[in-house]
């Protein structure tokens, strides 16, 4: 199932004026410049007015008597007057003080728990881009936007509204360089196919490969703290569709976002239409027919939702569902060694596939050696001629740049390769490299050493049965025994081994054994049952007592295990232990385990 991550920046042109171009100016703190308020200047009593215009209550005057009234009993006239009848607050009169401009406070008095993002900017700032015949905002900080400016509001309304704005031009060709080095940034380190949403987001095609950061869930909180470092507003999602996961991380309700696979549907349903990436054409249409959301759209036959929005706009809605393919054209690394070949008639047959990928690596060998690198990791993309891509690919154990040994691992994916009705051309990249420089043949040339590398057996092993049934058992200083080795490269070299014995075999959990005669509290045991058999024990060796490692959970800090060496009537050589000490029954619950078998 296809999983694509959608990264979206919001505030992508006012971090990057932020973080490239210079400082911002330093704000005073409104907090430690107030004033309380009875230091303020205050006209208690202005006089009379000297236009009563008839008498009673009116804007923008007091109440007009010829001797002028304290505080407390103009307050004692307007509680005896009738509810409807007593004036409102805006007809009790200007007042003498002076009073803040409700647009001109600055944003460190509002909470930063009321920014959706995180992120507290201290300077007001908006972006000015030219649309159409008139300049109008295109980005706006969050100090701007408590302010009262918003994206699409006029330039010259902006500047009249607050008058200390800090007002950039906007840099749509900056904004894309910064997306391209971040797409880029992903291509090395995220995923293979990365791509750039434009204006303000990127792809990530996490099909095959969540499961190298630790899951779609840890890799989203990874990719946050990153944008986080870096200085970066970000909101992600994931769906199974290009077009959904881009509605989601722009018009959904939460900062990260994750759509089990086929929950698509409902996880559009009670987003907006705008969220279906139409024009602005289909969403004046789309309103004047009272289509709010997606979920209005699901019901309407697509004949005369076609008529009333336009193709373009039901084309959109079935790529977001998945009814209609939207591929994502991968960021290519320039850094990236690759060759490619374009092919006068299409191929379709295994020799003519395998004759094209040795001219490929002959030719990628060259750009190998002229920087001085070699292989790792090489993907072959064929392009049929119907628009489908195949692609392929191939690890080693070691940098190599041999182009017979590389051909030998690629032909062992010929058979994966579907060439449908042709093959006109293939592209052959080297994502992984590794530094690789001469090799000093002197003393094997001269036959006095023989130089056996067994590298290329092990690329050649798990090309066919897998890299991951391929590796080395290395030891780990840990007392368990679970936990005392870890699989390394088959060609790594591993450390010193522990002096005490251990099985050829060793269990990844130990299996239980069922009516055990035992001797407490140091004997081993007399039969056991294992696996539906009955084994009669005629020898055995041990306790080899161990602990428990207290450090790591509670658990484990009375926790102790005795284990023997034993030997049945049929000559099987057994390794198993006791949970307890025999004595204390906080050590254990007296069960028999079995954990591995010797040669």
């Given at each position: 199932m296809r999983r694509v991550v959608s990264l979206f920046l919001p505030h992508l042109p006012i971090e990057?004026?932020?973080?490239?171009?210079?400082?911002?100016?330093?704000?005073?703190?409104?907090l430690a410049l107030a004033l309380p308020v009875d230091a303020l200047p205050i006209d208690a009593d202005p006089g009379a007015c000297s236009v009563p215009r008839g008498g009673g209550w009116r804007p923008g005057a007091r109440w007009a008597r010829a001797e002028p009234s304290s505080r407390e009993e103009m307050q004692q006239q307007i509680d005896a007057l009738p509810r409807h009848a007593q004036p409102a607050m805006r007809e009790l009169g200007r007042r003498s003080e002076a009073a803040d401009h409700p647009f001109k406070r600055v944003a460190t008095i509002v909470p930063a728990q009321r920014y959706r993002t995180g992120v507290s900017h201290q300077e007001p700032m908006?972006?000015?881009?030219?649309?159409?015949?008139?300049?109008?905002?295109?980005?706006?900080s969050p100090a701007a936007l408590m302010l009262g400016i918003y994206i699409g509001m006029a330039a010259t309304h902006a500047r009249a509204l607050v008058s200390d704005l800090d007002l950039r031009p906007a840099e749509p060709e900056?904004?894309?360089?910064?997306?391209?080095?971040?797409?880029?940034?992903?291509?090395?380190?995220?995923?293979?196919?990365?791509?750039?949403?434009?204006?303000?987001?990127?792809?990530l095609d996490l099909t095959g490969c969540a499961h190298l950061h630790g899951g779609e869930g840890r890799f989203c909180q990874r990719l946050l703290r990153f944008c986080r470092r870096a200085g970066f507003t970000a909101r992600v999602a994931i769906a199974d569709t290009p077009g959904a996961a881009h509605a989601l991380a722009r018009f959904g309700p939460d900062d990260l976002t994750i759509v089990t696979s086929g929950d698509t549907v409902r996880a559009?349903?009670?987003?907006?239409?705008?969220?279906?990436?139409?024009?602005?054409?289909?969403?004046?249409?789309?309103?004047?027919?009272?289509?709010?959301?997606?979920?209005?759209?699901?019901?309407?036959?697509?004949?005369?939702?076609?008529?009333?929005?336009?193709?373009?706009?039901?084309?959109?809605?079935?790529?977001?569902?998945?009814?209609?393919?939207?591929?994502?054209?991968?960021?290519?690394?320039?850094?990236?060694?690759?060759?490619?070949?374009?092919?006068?008639?299409?191929?379709?047959?295994?020799?003519?596939?395998?004759?094209?990928?040795?001219?490929?690596?002959?030719?990628?060998?060259?750009?190998?050696?002229?920087?001085?690198?070699?292989?790792?990791?090489?993907?072959?993309?064929?392009?049929?001629?119907?628009?489908?891509?195949?692609?392929?690919?191939?690890?080693?154990?070691?940098?190599?740049?041999?182009?017979?040994?590389?051909?030998?691992?690629?032909?062992?994916?010929?058979?994966?390769?579907?060439?449908?009705?042709?093959?006109?051309?293939?592209?052959?990249?080297?994502?992984?490299?590794?530094?690789?420089?001469?090799?000093?043949?002197?003393?094997v040339l001269a036959g006095e050493a023989l130089m056996r590398d067994p590298a290329r057996l092990v690329d050649v092993v798990a090309g066919r049965i897998g890299e991951e049934a391929v590796y080395r058992i290395a030891p780990v200083a840990s007392h368990v025994p679970e936990r005392a080795v870890?699989?390394?490269?088959?060609?790594?070299?591993?450390?010193?081994?522990?002096?005490?014995?251990?099985?050829?075999?060793?269990?990844?959990?130990?299996?239980?054994?069922?009516?055990?005669?035992a001797l407490l509290p140091d004997q081993p045991p007399r039969r056991f049952e294992w696996r539906g058999r009955t084994h009669k024990v005629v020898a055995g060796d041990g306790p080899e007592r161990i602990h428990g490692?207290?450090?790591?959970?509670?658990?484990?800090?009375?926790?102790?295990?005795?284990?023997?060496?034993?030997?049945?009537?049929?000559?099987?050589?057994?390794?198993?232990?006791?949970?307890?000490?025999?004595?204390?029954?906080?050590?254990?619950?007296?069960?028999?385990?079995?954990?591995?078998?010797?040669?």
């Open positions: 990057r004026l932020r973080r490239w171009e210079r400082p911002a100016r330093l704000q005073p703190d409104s908006a972006v000015v881009g030219k649309v159409g015949r008139r300049e109008q905002v295109v980005a706006v900056a904004d894309a360089q910064l997306l391209d080095r971040l797409a880029l940034l992903a291509v090395r380190r995220w995923s293979p196919i990365a791509a750039v949403a434009p204006p303000d987001g990127l792809w559009l349903a009670p987003l907006p239409v705008a969220a279906l990436r139409l024009e602005q054409a289909a969403l004046i249409a789309a309103r004047r027919f009272g289509f709010e959301t997606v979920a209005d759209l699901l019901p309407v036959a697509r004949g005369p939702l076609a008529r009333r929005l336009g193709l373009p706009a039901i084309q959109r809605l079935d790529q977001a569902l998945g009814a209609v393919a939207e591929p994502i054209t991968p960021h290519s690394d320039p850094a990236m060694p690759m060759v490619e070949r374009r092919l006068l008639e299409p191929i379709g047959t295994a020799e003519a596939i395998g004759q094209v990928m040795a001219d490929l690596l002959d030719d990628l060998v060259l750009v190998l050696q002229a920087r001085g690198l070699g292989a790792r990791a090489l993907r072959l993309v064929a392009l049929r001629v119907d628009g489908g891509e195949q692609m392929v690919a191939i690890g080693t154990s070691r940098p190599s740049r041999d182009a017979a040994h590389l051909l030998r691992l690629l032909k062992l994916r010929i058979e994966r390769i579907d060439p449908g009705l042709g093959l006109e051309q293939f592209r052959l990249v080297a994502p992984h490299t590794e530094p690789l420089g001469a090799v000093d043949l002197g003393q870890r699989r390394v490269s088959p060609i790594a070299v591993p450390g010193g081994w522990p002096k005490w014995q251990r099985p050829v075999r060793l269990f990844a959990k130990p299996e239980p054994l069922w009516s055990v005669m490692e207290w450090w790591r959970r509670d658990q484990e800090v009375w926790a102790v295990r005795d284990y023997f060496r034993i030997e049945d009537a049929d000559g099987g050589r057994y390794w198993v232990f006791r949970r307890g000490d025999g004595v204390d029954n906080a050590t254990g619950d007296l069960s028999w385990w079995i954990h591995g078998i010797f040669a």
